[in-house]
DNA sequence: GGGGTATTTGACCTGGAGGTACAAAATACG
DNA sequence: CGTATTTTGTACCTCCAGGTCAAATACCCC
């Protein structure tokens, strides 16, 4: 009935998730999502009310799928304390790489727009939550097996794993190799 | 010789960090800045050369003062443990009673610029080390009094305190209220 | 192939960011 | 008291952010 779009949505929320993860909401200009994109800026904003609207989609985009490949690597073989260190070596790895240091989307957001932007806020909040509760699964698995003591607060650590997974992600921020990263994933896991 | 100027340059440094800590870098405009510090923009880009220049010290400042601040906490009597504890309670109650939600500035300046910004990078880094340098002080003291084991890696456990509080003060822009917070930093204490 | 609907393109608009220029004002010094 | 020197305030400038609109375009369906 109508002409259809040239660009599938998803593929566009994607690359805008790209650019605001790397330069803030403040920082992007419609100009260069345009660009980045390949269409002009009337189209976007036919199809995303406004850029904080466009914005809220690449954050949740983030969320149900940037967010959720990290997660996954909870779930390679190996011992719960595997995986835990597993993860947050690998984290580091990939934040120290980066040549942008994007580190994590939510908690760039968390940190811009927190107390000014309700939206953003909510999903920053809910990004914690389900890393918090992934961590938890992960530690309830363990003291299931036996391999880790039943008497240990599960929720206690997964906050603290949550709390510790947020700290690396900023001083990745600005760190120039591993080593101090890597103690700390290695000392906090001696509370377990 | 020459007119005076009107104001201390101290004075209108310190408005300056409240601007930016508040709104961020890209956030913040030259024209808030003049009707904070109350003078026309004409002085201050007589003064300073440019934002980014005033954004340097008033980044500056924080960590001369700002921090510092909140260091002197752990001067306070008690044990090692107590004083650690202390300063990170502290910290969560001053942060989740801000209606703004500011955090610490050196944070934030590490999310928003790290990498793009290799002056301001370079003034969060710094202000990490001094937090860490601060932490270590405390448990070597401890260690010396014999209230802490003298087998601890003192300088894996400053880190570790340094990534906890870290993480503490990202967490609470989105907290609503202590209790997780305060769960961390009981259960991160188990390692002492 | 023409109508109806939705998308695209690009021009256009307003406001404000970031900064400069300059004349007027205020001092210390001779 | 006049002058050199610096600060101040205002006006001004350019550029771009963020967004709107009209016309042109493309498709589906009959």
Chains 1, 2 share one sequence.
Not at 59 to 82: D, I, M, N, T
Not at 85 to 102: Q, Y
Request: net charge positive.
């Amino acid at each position: 009935m109508a002409r259809p779009r040239k660009f599938k949505p998803e593929a566009v929320v994607e690359k805008a998730m790209e650019v605001f993860w790397t330069k803030g909401y403040a920082g992007t200009t419609p100009q260069e999502l345009g660009e980045r994109m390949g269409l002009g800026r009337g189209s976007l904003y036919n199809t995303f009310d406004s850029k904080h609207g466009l914005f809220e989609h690449a954050l949740r985009h983030y969320l149900e799928h940037e967010s959720v490949k990290l997660l996954a690597l909870l779930k390679q073989p190996g011992s719960a304390r595997q995986r835990l260190r597993g993860l947050m070596l690998a984290i580091i790895r990939l934040d120290l790489a980066d040549p942008e240091r994007r580190g994590c989307m939510a908690i760039n957001t968390a940190i811009e727009l927190a107390g000014r932007d309700e939206a953003a806020t909510k999903l920053a909040a809910r990004m914690f939550d389900q890393t918090e509760a992934a961590f938890l699964a992960v530690i309830e698995e363990g003291q299931r097996t036996g391999e880790l003591a039943a008497s240990l607060d599960a929720e206690a650590l997964a906050s603290l794993l949550l709390n510790t997974l947020t700290g690396l992600r900023v001083l990745g921020k600005t760190a120039q190799d591993a080593t101090r990263l890597e103690r700390i994933v290695d000392t906090v896991l001696k509370v377990f």
